[in-house]
C-alpha cells in the first residue's frame, strides 16, 4: 500500500507560479514512477508530468518550457514546479505512483488560474 498526500495547490494570477507537492508514505520502495494529472471542470484527467526511478521526466506538450517535475534524492516528497500559469492551467491536480502491485492516486489540489 501507498498513500498520497498533496499539498500547494491555491489560487493564482496568470503569470504566477505555483509549487505542488506529493508526499508519499507507506511501501514507497515499491514505486517505479510517479506523476502528476490534472482534470479540468467537464474533461477526463490528463497527464501533465512523469518522473522514473531513473530520473527521466516527460511532460505533455501544453505544459513542456513551464512546468518542471522533480524529487528528493529519496523519491519523496515529487514536486510540480509550475511557472508561467495560463487560465487553462485551472483543474485539480492529483499526484499518481505505479508500483509493482499495483496504482496508486492522491485526493487532488485545486489550482486556480486568474485571468
Known amino acids: 500500500q501507498v498513500q498520497l498526500v498533496e499539498s500547494g495547490g491555491g489560487l493564482v494570477q496568470a503569470g504566477g507560479s505555483l509549487r505542488l507537492s506529493c508526499a508519499a508514505s507507506?511501501?514507497?520502495?515499491?514505486?517505479?514512477?510517479m506523476a502528476w494529472y490534472r482534470q479540468a471542470p467537464g474533461k477526463g484527467r490528463e497527464s501533465v508530468a512523469t518522473?522514473?526511478?531513473?530520473?527521466?521526466?516527460n511532460y505533455a506538450d501544453s505544459v513542456k518550457g513551464r512546468f518542471t517535475i522533480s524529487r528528493d534524492n529519496a523519491k519523496n516528497p515529487v514536486y510540480l514546479q509550475m511557472n508561467s500559469l495560463k487560465p487553462e492551467d485551472t483543474a485539480v491536480y492529483y499526484c499518481y505512483a505505479h508500483t509493482w502491485v499495483g496504482d496508486y492516486w492522491g485526493q487532488g489540489t485545486q489550482v486556480y488560474v486568474s485571468s
Open positions: 518522473i522514473t526511478n531513473g530520473g527521466t521526466t
Open positions: 507507506g511501501n514507497i520502495f515499491s514505486i517505479n514512477v
